[in-house]
Nanobody
Framework: VQLVESGGGLVQAGDSLRLSCSAS????????MTWYREAPGKERQLVAA????????TYADSVKGRFTVSRDSSTNMMFLQMNNLKPEDTAVYYC???????????????WGQGTQVTVSS
């Protein structure tokens, strides 16, 4: 599975951005797709996730009510709509997808190259 993010940029506090993640390859095998972010000096953090089957979503507490994750199964795209951005949202945002191999008992993760989001105050 190959993942390519786009949509990052420099915005002001209160602005909105929409990130996109294009997935290709064996996407039929995926269990879920997620967005992570990594700020300088901090650990990579799960931001939002969406299951491939039912489209169930989960969010980090810090982005609930501001960010919305969605997926278009017809185009194998995932999106992250980010509203009311704050300076603390500044980070490199990574698209992640994973599937669980029940025979092996292993989870396989795939990552995009990341896209920078910078929010100025």
């Amino acid at each position: 599975v190959q993942l390519v993010e786009s949509g990052g940029g420099l915005v002001q506090a209160g602005d909105s951005l929409r990130l996109s993640c294009s997935a290709s390859g064996s996407t039929w095998s995926l269990n879920a797709m997620t967005w992570y972010r990594e700020a300088p000096g901090k650990e990579r953090q799960l931001v939002a996730a969406i299951t491939v089957g039912r489209g169930t979503t989960t969010y980090a507490d810090s982005v609930k009510g501001r960010f919305t994750v969605s997926r278009d199964s017809s185009t194998n795209m995932m999106f992250l709509q980010m509203n009311n951005l704050k300076p603390e949202d500044t980070a490199v945002y990574y698209c992640n997808a994973w599937y669980y191999n029940y025979y092996e008992g292993l989870r396989y993760d795939y990552w995009g190259q990341g896209t920078q989001v910078t929010v100025s105050s």
